[in-house]
């Protein structure tokens, strides 16, 4: 079962280059799980026990299943489909000497930029494209090894290995071709159009290196994009795999959460709380029974945490260190929004399903990365969790993490969305 998993998890990286190719993947797999389609402009017709989804942007999905009108509560899980890299800015190519072309781009979230030097990459994303009617958009991947960004040799920069500050506007900037390479007539010949139809863009650089296991018991992965496209993975794989005769079961893959979540289709948007009164509507819900739903309800808030680094281990907390393989990571801070209710409920979900979990605190002379979660709570004021799988070297462009916890992420979200809960008072009862 783990490399089965392993195996479907590195597939879905690779197909996912962007947060609109993830959107792109995660939407075949609805479409293969038999779920419908929804237009976020268009009238919604619902049915008892199927399973629908919309899209904001090309860059944010939204899935759910709806077991009875009369539903109880809303049990949702929400990554994050986007990761730091690079984003290619207009009119990109840029001469060097007139025998080499460089591109011109900017920083996408943050990254650790000295770590994307020497690697192969290539560009993915979007176009906007004249027609006869308007415009359209269309995904682009130039699924090739394109660029790199060079280092400059230690020969000329004996201080490389102390320290030395990158500068994104000269020492980051991908070489790309000989003199004359043109990015926007490869991207118009690969999809059959004219360069001058090419409106706009939305093009990003990506890490082109695979997934791989490694370790003395085969016991670690590194891939691109661990933060946090395993979440969202194994948030949809559980989701697909569930089945809750009470509850509505929500997967939101949200973009731009490196950048803040306050896009529209961010997570700090009214996407899920669109959705959510698209729902109760349909249901027959007036606004109190609304807000029995989402206050009955809970969020996972998924997004990766950090391990213990073995080289700093002074860097962990001193009395709460989380280690890869050793179950899914609970995230406490003044940054996220678990609190001690959520966290015993979703622990409690954990242990009846033997899902091994452990808690991360920051080390508070560093403090950490916020989450989606506070952000989505503006919007939607759902008890959330703020949950991940312990990872090193997180913003890198290849990150590492435990092999076995990518089955507890699966079977811990599985156990959430199967589970029905209902608090009286200071008490919970779990089903």
């Keep these: 079962m783990t490399d089965q998993l392993t195996g479907r998890l590195f597939d879905f990286i690779e197909s996912s280059p962007t947060s609109l190719h993830t959107v792109n993947a995660v939407r075949a797999m609805l479409l293969n799980a038999g779920f419908t389609e929804l237009s976020e402009s268009g009238a919604w017709e619902l049915s008892e026990g199927r399973g629908y989804f919309t899209t904001r942007s090309q860059s944010s999905i939204i899935a759910f299943r709806v077991p009875k009108k009369d539903f109880y509560a809303f049990s949702v899980a929400a990554p994050h489909g986007d990761s730091p890299c690079f984003k290619v800015k207009g009119s990109p190519e840029m001469d060097c000497g007139g025998h080499y072309t460089k591109l011109n781009t900017e920083v996408y979230g943050g990254t650790i930029l000295n770590l994307w030097l020497d690697r192969p990459l290539s560009v993915a994303g979007r176009l906007g494209i004249r027609t006869e009617d308007g415009v359209r958009m269309q995904l682009v991947n130039l699924a090739k090894d394109l660029l790199t960004i060079p280092s400059l040799a230690i020969h000329m920069n004996r201080e490389a290995n ?97 950048t803040g979540s306050m896009t529209r289709q961010g997570a700090g948007s009214t996407m899920l709380s669109d959705v959510i009164d698209r729902i109760c509507r349909w249901a027959g819900k ?146």
């Design 162 to 258: 102390n320290g030395a500050k990158l500068d994104p506007q000269r020492d980051t900037l991908p070489l790309f071709g000989s003199k004359g390479a043109d990015l926007l007539s490869m991207l118009s010949e690969l999809i059959g159009v004219k360069k001058e139809d090419i409106l706009s863009h939305d093009l990003y650089l990506y890490s082109r290196t695979r997934g791989t296991v490694f370790g003395a018991q085969n016991e670690f992965i590194s891939a691109p994009r661990l933060d946090d496209l395993e979440c969202s993975f194994s948030a949809v794989t559980a989701f697909l795999q569930s089945d809750n005769p009470e509850n509505c079961m929500i997967c939101a893959v949200f973009d731009n959460e490196e």
């Design 286 to 431: 007036d606004s109190e029974a609304r807000s029995l739903a989402v206050q009955n309800g809970m969020l996972l808030s998924a997004d990766n945490a950090h391990a213990v680094h073995p080289n700093y281990p002074d860097k962990a907390d001193p009395t709460n260190k989380c280690w890869m393989n050793c179950g899914i990571v609970v995230k406490h801070s003044t940054r996220y929004a678990t609190d001690a209710s959520t966290a015993a409920l979703f622990k409690r979900i954990c242990e009846k399903a033997n899902v091994p979990t452990q808690d991360y605190y920051n080390n508070s002379s560093t403090p950490g990365g916020g989450t989606l979660g506070l952000i989505s709570g503006s919007q939607v004021a759902i008890p959330t969790v703020d949950i991940g799988l312990a990872q090193l070297a997180m913003h890198s462009p290849y990150e590492t993490a435990g092999r076995e916890d990518l089955k507890h992420m699966v079977d811990g979200m599985t156990a959430f969305y199967n589970s029905v809960f209902s608090w009286d008072g200071n008490s919970c009862t779990l089903r």
